[in-house]
Protein backbone atom coordinates (compact mmCIF):
# COMPACT_ATOMS: atom_id res chain seq x y z
CA UNK A 1 0.00 0.00 0.00
CA UNK A 2 1.28 3.69 -0.78
CA UNK A 3 0.37 6.11 1.13
CA UNK A 4 0.88 10.32 0.43
CA UNK A 5 1.01 12.76 3.33
CA UNK A 6 0.68 16.09 1.96
CA UNK A 7 3.86 18.00 3.62
CA UNK A 8 6.06 20.59 4.61
CA UNK A 9 9.05 18.90 5.38
CA UNK A 10 8.29 16.27 8.03
CA UNK A 11 5.01 17.80 8.92
CA UNK A 12 2.08 17.27 7.76
CA UNK A 13 0.49 20.53 6.13
CA UNK A 14 -2.85 22.29 6.84
CA UNK A 15 -4.01 22.74 3.07
CA UNK A 16 -3.24 20.15 0.38
CA UNK A 17 -3.17 21.77 -2.60
CA UNK A 18 0.01 24.69 -0.99
CA UNK A 19 1.79 21.54 0.52
CA UNK A 20 5.78 21.79 0.35
CA UNK A 21 5.33 18.14 -1.33
CA UNK A 22 4.26 14.69 -0.60
CA UNK A 23 6.25 11.96 1.89
CA UNK A 24 5.13 8.89 0.17
CA UNK A 25 5.06 5.76 2.21
CA UNK A 26 5.20 2.19 1.22
CA UNK A 27 3.60 -0.15 3.65
CA UNK A 28 3.76 -3.70 3.88
CA UNK A 29 1.80 -5.97 6.43
CA UNK A 30 1.21 -2.26 8.29
CA UNK A 31 4.46 -1.48 8.13
CA UNK A 32 6.49 1.12 6.71
CA UNK A 33 8.97 -0.30 4.19
CA UNK A 34 10.21 3.23 2.83
CA UNK A 35 9.38 6.77 2.27
CA UNK A 36 10.41 9.35 -0.14
CA UNK A 37 9.50 12.94 -0.73
CA UNK A 38 8.13 13.92 -4.25
CA UNK A 39 7.63 17.52 -4.65
CA UNK A 40 4.52 19.20 -5.06
CA UNK A 41 3.72 19.92 -9.33
CA UNK A 42 1.46 22.87 -9.00
CA UNK A 43 -1.66 23.45 -7.65
CA UNK A 44 -3.96 23.98 -10.19
CA UNK A 45 -8.29 22.57 -9.55
CA UNK A 46 -8.21 18.51 -10.35
CA UNK A 47 -4.30 18.21 -11.11
CA UNK A 48 -2.55 16.65 -7.44
CA UNK A 49 -5.30 13.46 -7.36
CA UNK A 50 -4.85 12.22 -10.57
CA UNK A 51 -0.70 13.20 -10.08
CA UNK A 52 -1.08 10.89 -7.24
CA UNK A 53 -3.24 8.22 -8.40
CA UNK A 54 -0.22 7.93 -11.77
CA UNK A 55 1.85 7.48 -8.66
CA UNK A 56 -0.07 4.63 -7.12
CA UNK A 57 -1.31 6.06 -3.86
CA UNK A 58 -4.09 4.21 -2.11
CA UNK A 59 -4.63 7.06 0.83
CA UNK A 60 -3.88 10.36 1.37
CA UNK A 61 -3.25 11.87 4.38
CA UNK A 62 -3.46 15.83 5.12
CA UNK A 63 -5.10 18.64 7.65
CA UNK A 64 -7.39 19.66 5.13
CA UNK A 65 -8.28 19.85 1.58
CA UNK A 66 -11.02 20.73 -1.10
CA UNK A 67 -14.29 19.40 -1.98
CA UNK A 68 -13.25 18.80 -5.22
CA UNK A 69 -10.21 17.11 -4.45
CA UNK A 70 -12.05 14.89 -2.52
CA UNK A 71 -14.02 13.91 -4.62
CA UNK A 72 -11.72 13.15 -7.42
CA UNK A 73 -9.93 10.88 -4.83
CA UNK A 74 -13.20 9.35 -4.02
CA UNK A 75 -13.73 8.32 -7.94
CA UNK A 76 -10.45 7.21 -7.73
CA UNK A 77 -11.04 4.75 -4.74
CA UNK A 78 -8.45 6.56 -2.67
CA UNK A 79 -9.25 7.22 1.01
CA UNK A 80 -8.96 10.22 2.18
CA UNK A 81 -8.10 11.32 5.63
CA UNK A 82 -8.11 14.82 6.41
CA UNK A 83 -7.86 16.92 9.76
CA UNK A 84 -4.25 15.02 10.77
CA UNK A 85 -1.37 17.27 12.16
CA UNK A 86 1.81 16.69 13.83
CA UNK A 87 4.64 14.56 11.84
CA UNK A 88 3.84 12.66 9.34
CA UNK A 89 5.14 9.46 9.68
CA UNK A 90 3.45 9.20 13.08
CA UNK A 91 0.50 9.97 11.38
CA UNK A 92 0.74 7.12 9.10
CA UNK A 93 1.92 4.97 11.79
CA UNK A 94 -1.38 5.77 13.61
CA UNK A 95 -3.39 5.31 10.54
CA UNK A 96 -1.63 1.75 9.80
CA UNK A 97 -3.19 1.23 13.24
CA UNK A 98 -6.76 2.25 12.49
CA UNK A 99 -5.97 5.06 14.89
CA UNK A 100 -6.12 8.11 12.34
CA UNK A 101 -9.45 9.05 11.25
CA UNK A 102 -10.79 11.39 9.07
CA UNK A 103 -12.37 14.66 10.69
CA UNK A 104 -13.88 15.73 7.43
CA UNK A 105 -12.51 19.06 7.78
CA UNK A 106 -13.02 20.06 4.04
CA UNK A 107 -12.09 24.02 2.66
CA UNK A 108 -15.40 24.89 1.07
CA UNK A 109 -13.74 28.29 -0.14
CA UNK A 110 -10.47 29.63 -0.15
CA UNK A 111 -11.36 33.08 1.15
CA UNK A 112 -12.17 30.94 3.83
CA UNK A 113 -8.49 30.60 5.37
CA UNK A 114 -9.86 30.18 8.98
CA UNK A 115 -11.32 26.88 7.75
CA UNK A 116 -8.06 25.45 6.49
CA UNK A 117 -5.06 27.15 7.70
CA UNK A 118 -3.38 29.99 5.76
CA UNK A 119 -2.69 29.72 2.51
Same mark, same amino acid.
Given at each position: $?? %??? #?????????????? *???? %?? *??????? $?? @????????????????? /?? &? /?? %????? @?? =???? !??????? *???????? =?? +? =? &??? #??? *??? /???? /???? =????????? +? &??? !???
Amino acid at each position: $MK %IAV #ASEGKMVTEHFGHC *EGFL %IF *ETENDKI $MQ @SEMVENPGHRPGFLPNF /LN &D /LG %INAII @SG =GMGG !GAIDIFN *EKNIEVIV =GA +S =G &DAQ #AAV *EAY /LKGE /LKSS =GSVCHEHQH +S &DAC !GAH
